[in-house]
């Protein structure tokens, strides 16, 4: 029977190579199957970037997927994001740093270049909405389309990339929780669900009731920005409590729900990243 929850310390979980582009490590949190068809996991890029990579980008490369969202968030290192928002003009380099939120919706024209590699690696919260957004995946043949670096841009490339610092963004009152913050990132779209970032006080017993919404697709999860967190999963299993601390990951599958236990939610305050939700009272409260 397949467990109501998956449960990760990506510290200390073990990454695997990516055999189709050697340097590259990932961390598999959700499979196609729980994801919808999409993927959630971390990628781990090298300086530089992989040799691969550097061949593929040597004079520049940029692409566009047809029908997937693609997003990211930068846990670490740095990562170069050249995007063009004249068509007709030339690249912008934004230089991507801890705590940048990236998002890559269809037909929105992103590229890179060998010049502009990571310089000490880059550690990426990576999760889409199907397959084919990675050059190396087979369904990619299908979905991502490149672009010669320079000269005219397909017209229906119009895809508007969202691309900041959420440092950048400010905090606002929890729509449930008080003394609460949230900090929304990304609505609904494509077929994911809603991204906010979630700021829980120290010491916090507020009432948490997140159930999962019916279907094989896991659409609640969370990863630990910061901090420590301590829920209960309720689902066919009963109650398991789930420990989690910075770099940790949780998702809920349908038929179970996360709830807050008897202790405190968190010893000394936590900022999570929310989808789906905003560990509110009820599943209704981030729809």
């Given at each position: 029977m397949i467990s109501d929850f998956v449960l990760i310390d990506t510290d200390t979980a073990p990454t695997e190579e990516d055999p189709r582009n050697p340097g590259k490590r990932t961390l598999l949190l959700l499979s196609?199957?729980?994801?919808?068809?999409?993927?959630?996991?971390?990628?781990?890029?090298?300086?530089?970037?992989?040799?691969?990579?550097?061949?593929?980008?040597?004079?520049?490369?940029?692409?566009?997927?047809?029908?997937?969202?693609?997003?990211?968030?930068?846990?670490?290192?740095?990562?170069?994001?050249?995007?063009?928002p004249d068509p007709e003009g030339g690249p912008v380099a934004t230089r991507l740093t801890r705590h940048h939120y990236l998002e890559n919706p269809p037909k929105a024209l992103h590229g890179i270049n060998r010049s502009m590699g990571p310089e000490t690696g880059t550690k990426f919260l990576v999760w889409t909405s199907g397959p084919g957004t990675d050059v190396h995946e087979p369904e990619a043949a299908t979905e991502s389309f490149d672009v010669e670096f320079e000269g005219p841009v397909p017209p229906e490339v119009d895809g508007i990339p969202i691309l900041f610092n959420a440092q950048d963004r400010p905090w606002q009152p929890h729509p449930q929780q008080d003394g609460w913050l949230v900090k929304p990132l990304?609505?609904?779209?494509?077929?994911?669900?809603?991204?906010?970032?979630?700021?829980?006080?120290?010491?916090?017993?507020?009432?948490?009731?997140?159930?999962?919404?019916?279907?094989?697709?896991?659409?609640?999860?969370?990863?630990?920005?910061?901090?420590?967190?301590?829920?209960?999963?309720?689902?066919?299993?009963?109650?398991?409590?789930?420990?989690?601390?910075?770099?940790?990951?949780?998702?809920?599958?349908?038929?179970?729900?996360?709830?807050?236990?008897?202790?405190?939610?968190?010893?000394g305050g936590c900022v999570a990243i929310c989808i789906g939700h905003v560990l509110g009272s009820n599943a209704a409260s981030a729809a």
């Open positions: 196609r199957e729980d994801a919808g068809g999409g993927v959630v996991r971390i990628s781990h890029w090298p300086s530089g970037f992989t040799e691969s990579i550097r061949n593929m980008a040597n004079n520049g490369h940029r692409h566009y997927h047809n029908s997937v969202n693609e997003r990211h968030y930068v846990l670490g290192g740095d990562w170069t994001a050249l995007y063009w990304s609505a609904e779209q494509d077929g994911l669900p809603p991204v906010t970032l979630v700021n829980i006080p120290a010491g916090s017993r507020a009432p948490v009731d997140v159930a999962a919404p019916e279907g094989a697709t896991v659409k609640r999860w969370l990863f630990v920005i910061s901090g420590d967190l301590a829920l209960d999963v309720r689902g066919q299993d009963g109650v398991t409590p789930a420990t989690l601390r910075e770099n940790g990951f949780l998702a809920w599958r349908d038929g179970a729900a996360v709830r807050a236990g008897e202790g405190a939610l968190t010893d």
